[in-house]
């Protein structure tokens, strides 16, 4: 009888309903960028100068997320407007939001000065202004520059797509300046991975082969350089003798986007003197 009477006790208790599964407050990731989703909006930069600075940092900022063959699109189909803004005499509306400076001449400029006051290659002071010449600069004179400040400047080289770029951060803001082929190490003595910075550069420098020692001085046909040697340091990569260089040891379509250095980054002619002059010493360097 007890046991009855507590079993219908406990029918009489009122059981509480399974609580209702909840929709997740948690916002769902973004799915990843691709290359195609920019085309529309790269076909209007090409027609529509207002257009290319916004178009710069929205697609930056993209392919700075991207990976392979993504990123390799991408980049690729960048590279026409970023030579216009970043390697040409051309202005666009905006494009002081992406590091383009007008800079007047002083008493007492040079070329060289005024590299060094915006840390770049006073070379590029040509590509940005037509008929530069340093010999004829006069006070107010204006000039086209792209400035920088220490450490602003990354040079990111992905061996898995054969590809260099280069890289502006400032005020939170990463922006591309150039995207181009490379050739890189061989499998057998592939480019060291990790980050490392430029320490030294070079015109006309001779070359000294990795495998027999023999030394060839500029202007040898031998010396495979180039024209230009953009040393790495050694220290952080674990191996020594690691640069960035031109390249005339075989035809462009032989080597590059390639393996087949003994751990340097070959570059085309052009593409090699840009960043001869983009990446002075101390610019960080980042090989994956």
């Not at 990731?29 to 909006?41: E, I, L, M, Q």
């Not at 900022?61 to 990976?67: I, P």
């Not at 797509?161 to 592939?190: K, N």
């Not at 960035?244 to 593409?271: I, N």
Request: aromatic fraction near 6%.
């Amino acid at each position: 009888m007890l046991a009855a009477l507590f079993a219908c006790a406990l029918s009489a208790v009122a059981v509480p309903a399974a609580p209702r599964p909840q929709a997740s407050t948690t916002p769902a990731a973004s799915p990843a960028p691709r290359a195609a989703d920019f085309g529309p909006r790269l076909a209007q930069a090409m027609q529509d100068r207002a257009a290319v600075v916004p178009f710069l940092l929205d697609a930056g900022a993209a392919l700075e997320r991207m990976q392979g063959r993504e990123r390799q699109i991408l980049g690729d189909s960048l590279e026409p407007l970023l030579q216009r803004v970043y390697f040409s005499a051309e202005r666009f509306p905006g494009d002081e939001l992406v590091g383009v400076r007008v800079h007047e001449v002083k008493k007492g400029d040079t070329g060289g000065r005024i590299g060094e006051r915006h840390r770049f290659g006073h070379g590029l002071l040509a590509r940005w202004n037509a008929k530069y010449d340093e010999r004829r600069l006069s006070v107010g004179q204006k000039l086209k520059v792209v400035a920088f400040a220490r450490g602003e400047l990354q040079l990111v080289v992905d061996r898995g797509i054969y590809r260099l770029s280069a890289w502006r951060d400032a005020e939170g803001v990463r922006t591309p300046l150039l995207f181009t082929p490379v050739g890189v190490g061989a499998s057998d003595s592939p480019t060291p991975l990790g980050s490392t910075t430029v320490v030294e550069r070079v015109r006309n420098p001779s070359w000294t082969h990795p495998t027999t020692k023999v030394t060839y001085a500029h202007g040898d046909p031998r010396n495979i350089l180039g024209g230009i040697w953009i040393e790495l340091d050694a220290k952080p990569l674990g191996k020594s003798g690691i640069g960035l260089h031109g390249y005339t040891g075989a035809p462009t379509k032989d080597w590059l986007e390639q393996p087949g250095s003994h751990g340097c980054v070959r570059l085309q002619a052009t593409d090699c003197d840009r960043v001869f002059h983009l990446a002075l010493e101390g610019t960080r360097v980042l090989l994956r």
